[in-house]
C-alpha cells in the first residue's frame, strides 16, 4: 500500500466521510507537514507561519459553526512503528456531524483564507474518528 499526503480529499473520500454515523460529532485528526519556506502569499515566513495565518482565521470559524479545536501541538518523538516523524504537527478538532465538517470546509470564506493553508502546508493526514461503542 502506498502512503501519501496530499492537500486535498478526493471526491471518494469525501463520499467515506459521508457514509460514516451522521448523528453524532466526529473528531478531525489532521497531521501536518509543513514547507521549510511558504509559497506565496506568505513568502515571507517558514511554512509553519503561513499555516498558522491560516489557522488563526479558520479556528475562530470553527467555533462559530459550533465545532472546536480539542489539542494541538508539535510531533516531537515516535514511541511505536515507524514514518510518523514526518509530521510536523498534530490537531484533533471536533465537528458537531460530518455533514457540518464538509459544509465549513467547502464554506467561501475558507476557500478564502485557504491560501494560507496551501502555502505553507506540503500535505497532511486527515483522519475522521468517532467514539468506540463497548
Not at 471518494?12 to 511558504?38: C, H, W, Y
Amino acid at each position: 500500500m502506498k502512503t501519501t499526503i496530499a492537500l486535498y480529499p478526493t471526491p471518494e473520500q469525501i463520499q467515506g466521510l459521508l457514509s460514516g454515523p451522521e448523528d453524532q460529532p466526529v473528531v478531525m485528526v489532521n497531521l501536518l507537514r509543513f514547507k521549510r519556506t511558504a509559497d506565496a502569499p506568505d513568502d515571507d515566513v517558514s511554512g509553519e507561519a503561513g499555516y498558522r495565518r491560516y489557522a488563526e482565521k479558520m479556528v475562530p470559524f470553527v467555533e462559530s459553526r459550533g465545532g472546536r479545536v480539542i489539542w494541538s501541538g508539535r510531533v516531537d518523538a515516535q514511541v511505536i512503528g515507524a514514518g510518523g516523524d514526518f509530521f510536523h504537527m498534530v490537531a484533533l478538532v471536533e465537528y458537531p456531524s460530518r455533514k457540518a465538517f464538509v459544509e465549513i470546509a467547502t464554506d467561501p470564506y475558507v476557500q478564502e483564507i485557504g491560501a494560507h493553508r496551501a502555502s505553507g502546508l506540503e500535505g497532511q493526514w486527515l483522519l475522521a474518528a468517532t467514539p468506540a461503542r463497548p
